[in-house]
């Protein structure tokens, strides 16, 4: 018989259904004539409790195998529960142990564990609670964005991964070689990146941003949602070395649609986790940040305030309060400055734009100003930044104009370039990082906890 | 005034409305009267019709600037078009310019390209109606591979791309380093990867299976779908160095289980594919391939032949013709025997089971007889292997000694090694290349042109 998924017999399972549950113990307590099992198969926070009398076949010796973290199948029939908080239990007919645990090694006993620990043992910590409800809400989320853009008709394009070209002051690059490192160190010269596999020097891609543009300037509407890279070594609870990134790009739009776009994102996302995870938020709210449902509710109920950047350090500069970090128009908006807008301000999200163009990057659009470029940032209660985006610069004299105060050669930008000569129109994109979106609804504190295995400096494990 | 999506107007369009279009010319002829311009915006392979009449303001200045491959935007009603093949076109009310394209630089003139041409202007060809197609089947595609697994309660698991575990034999790999090679160049000394980022040698991965077993055994049905690589030196048109894949993991699972899955999600991905891009698919049936819409048919209206290995080698030995690789038990298939098998035997699909243990990996679970483990793999007429899968070999003591007999060392797999002793159950999975899919689904005869930006040997270019 087929397993029925525990979500489902929870949330709809009839007293009377004959069943088969498959999964693995949580917990077993041996009562003087029963055991009540909790059996959990990932499909929910909450696993089912399976009841087992004596008068099943082999009693005793199963009651000596029901460990936490056994696999064990369950055929039996759904009766009305009378403990709280579940409509139905399991009244077992028959149980096999399909996989033990022995209690004396398996390292995930009922107590709880701290995350440090958990990370050190990644390969079983997706049978925890919290790691369990982080990877359901992680997949609503992942799930949720390509709905959202597949919705409004955006394609979804698989830009690369290696790349070869070294993108805007792109800070830490990782290399990716096929040369033979160990021949290399013996060689006594620099590394001939013509004999490496591309011909040339390759990296990991740090954005899929010029590569989506592109894509955008064919297909009007497409989105990135891939792995990317940074060699940064910041041993942080935000950082990782490889993280997931969604990168959307809209032909014929400007920075006006581009904050629409992101708030309208950023609703949707929230509300379908909301809708899908409701059991996994209340768990967080509980256990781990009890802003969760708070912040979730900010999201969804408010419009997002749209402050210049201008009028957001006129904001701060009349602040009452003062900041580690000076504020003055030009500076970069550090943390601080950002949560007393989000947080204490506007007491809600808001998007800061038109970013003087010294502190972004040379792709955005330069305004009419000459001084700032069209930029936003998304801003949220909570956590800060949580999307960037811009209008792209789309004339190809401005483009050109800001590469050669740059220093950097046209050359190298030919394919990017080419853009704007055939066919250039004003577009607008964004970037946010899946991990740190992840953080945001969970309040989960360390970025390592939302993904399943972590890249980070010293750590490649698994 | 939004832009409408061209796909919208040609299928729901009604005479009498108003829209405004934005796209990019494709074509112009300017007859006595009036200029007829075909634009699309890449939302479906045909353009809509515009007509541009001398009484607009501007006309004679405009008609100048209607170039291939220039973006425009149009304000204008839609009339019920004479021509046909199309039921409405674009009566233009006003016509902006937005970006140029000298018909003397822009490459992509009316004229066919070869796809070879169009690989080396990939940040154009986009642009084209092949590549346009192309990129909207491998989207619907990519999009019904979440929407398979998703309506099956299967968790999306983001495998890490960077890995420090050498997965078995897995043949080529390329080294993810930040050491700074043109010191180790002259350091007369071999890497210290100790001093690399990770403290550790790094590679990019050739698979998720095993992170994603992992994932299995605590949600129970789980996939993958994110780029794997190969190091591989092949300069083949079957061949890429960077490519996705897709992997489900099915725990409380067999064979039997694994083929029934990977028939129903191929049929699915036909169905949304042939649902969603019918017009792309005639396109590729009349230019590409013939056979593109008969192998839809043949996957979506057959029972997969199943046949065992044992079987398919009597098959093959009893054939009336010879082969250029001989036929006995134990060989590999070879393409010749699997097209046999699939374009000639059973024309059909078809799944050989149960291969002998020494030509397949592992990690497959070992059968009773010793000989064959339970492996898997679909053939399709017209493309031979699409899907390779098996059952994992979830008994500890069975995989260490497979482990011994192969001189691998148990620490290396300690992790993977866990997840049998404790609550080990049966599972299984297989693993899709989803640009192969692409090209058995469109016909295109070259790996590179399904993928935007191929990276191969010597070429890692935009």
């Given at each position: 018989m087929a397993s029925a998924r525990i979500v489902d017999l929870l949330s709809q399972g009839q007293p009377g259904q004959t069943v088969v549950v498959r999964g693995w113990i949580r917990t077993a307590r041996q009562l003087k004539e029963f055991t009540f099992v909790e059996v959990n198969d990932g499909s929910c926070l909450k696993g089912i409790q399976v009841v087992l009398g004596q008068?099943?076949?082999?009693y005793e010796m199963l009651a000596k195998q029901l460990d936490t973290g056994a696999a064990i199948a369950v055929e039996g029939q759904l009766v009305a529960s009378p403990a709280k908080g579940q409509r139905v239990e399991l009244q077992a007919a028959s149980v096999e142990i399909v996989g033990g645990a022995d209690p004396e090694q398996y390292p995930l006993q009922k107590k709880r564990h701290s995350f440090e620990f958990l990370r050190t043992i990644a390969h079983l910590r997706p049978r925890t609670n919290s790691l369990g409800a982080v990877m359901r809400v992680r997949n609503a989320a992942a799930t949720a964005i390509h709905d959202f853009f597949q919705e409004r008709g955006f394609l979804w394009v698989h830009t690369p991964i290696i790349t070869a070209s070294d993108c805007e002051g792109a800070g830490e690059l990782f290399t990716v070689t096929n040369l033979d490192l160990d021949k290399l160190g013996q060689?006594?010269?620099?590394?001939?990146?013509?004999?490496d596999f591309f011909g040339k020097r390759a990296y990991l891609t740090v954005s899929g941003q010029l590569e989506a543009e592109i894509m955008g300037l064919g297909f009007s509407n497409v989105y990135t949602f891939g792995p990317t890279f940074r060699a940064e070594n910041s041993n942080t609870s935000?950082?990782?070395a490889e993280f997931w990134m969604v990168e959307p790009e809209t032909a014929f739009c400007d920075l006006g649609g581009d904050m629409d776009l992101a708030e309208a994102f950023l609703k949707f996302v929230f509300q379908r986790v909301s809708d899908r995870c409701s059991e996994d938020l209340e768990f967080f709210n509980q256990r781990i940040d009890s802003e969760v449902l708070n912040r979730a509710e900010t999201i969804l109920n408010n419009d997002f305030e749209r402050v210049s950047y201008t009028d957001a350090i006129a904001l701060l500069e009349k602040a009452d309060r003062s900041f580690d970090y000076p504020v003055a128009w030009g500076i970069d908006l550090q943390s601080e400055h950002e949560r007393y807008l989000?947080?204490?301000?506007?007491r809600k999200p808001l998007i800061v734009y038109?970013?003087?163009?010294?502190?972004?990057?040379?792709y955005m659009r330069l305004n009419d100003d000459q001084k700032t470029v069209a930029a936003m940032d998304v801003l949220a209660p909570g956590i800060g930044e949580i999307i960037g985006g811009s209008q792209r610069e789309e004339r190809l004299g401005v483009l050109k104009q800001r590469l050669a105060e740059a220093n950097l050669p046209e050359e190298n930008y030919w394919w990017y370039l080419d853009l704007w000569r055939y066919g250039s129109v004003p577009h607008a994109g964004f970037g946010l990082g899946f991990e740190r979106l992840v953080q945001f609804i969970t309040g989960m504190g360390n970025i390592r906890d939302v993904i399943p295995f972590p890249r980070t400096p010293q750590n490649a494990e698994f």
């Open positions: 008068e099943l076949a082999d060689s006594q010269q620099a590394p001939d990146f013509e004999q935000r950082h990782l989000a947080e204490e301000y506007f038109d970013y003087p163009r010294e502190i972004k990057a040379l």
